[in-house]
């Protein structure tokens, strides 16, 4: 059992940054291909950032890229995603999940954290 709990949302300028964690508990949790997640009111939830368990590969979604870093330390079982150069569209509430597949589709992870905020002002 994993559970996952996303902090380090809120209110930010368009072109500012924040930096989302994801706490996560239990002892088998460094072991988790873990992923960010992104949705808004009436929209499926949608990919934006995943590391593999070792934290050598990441993928991240076309929009994203090169704005964003995914990063995890097992030491703090603690996933990151680093969010610059923060556009109106980036708003959404973003879960962290965690899976034992290598995959970006949502029904396909176990585990998921409550979500948390993130509004870009424009």
């Known amino acids: 059992q994993v559970q996952l709990v996303e902090s380090g949302g809120g209110l930010v300028q368009h072109g500012g940054s924040l930096r989302l964690s994801c706490a996560a508990s239990g002892r088998t949790s460094y072991m988790y291909v873990m992923a960010w997640f992104r949705q808004t009111p009436g929209k499926e939830r949608r990919f934006v950032a995943v590391?593999?368990?070792?934290?050598?590969?990441?993928l991240y979604e076309d929009s994203v890229k090169g704005r964003f870093t995914i990063s995890r330390d097992d030491v703090k079982n603690t996933v990151y995603l680093q969010m610059n150069s923060l556009k109106p569209e980036d708003t959404a509430v973003y879960y962290c999940a965690a899976s034992r597949l290598w995959t970006i589709i949502p029904a396909q992870y176990d585990y998921w954290g409550q979500g948390t905020q993130v509004t870009v002002s424009s």
């Open positions: 590391i593999s368990s070792s934290g050598g590969t990441t």
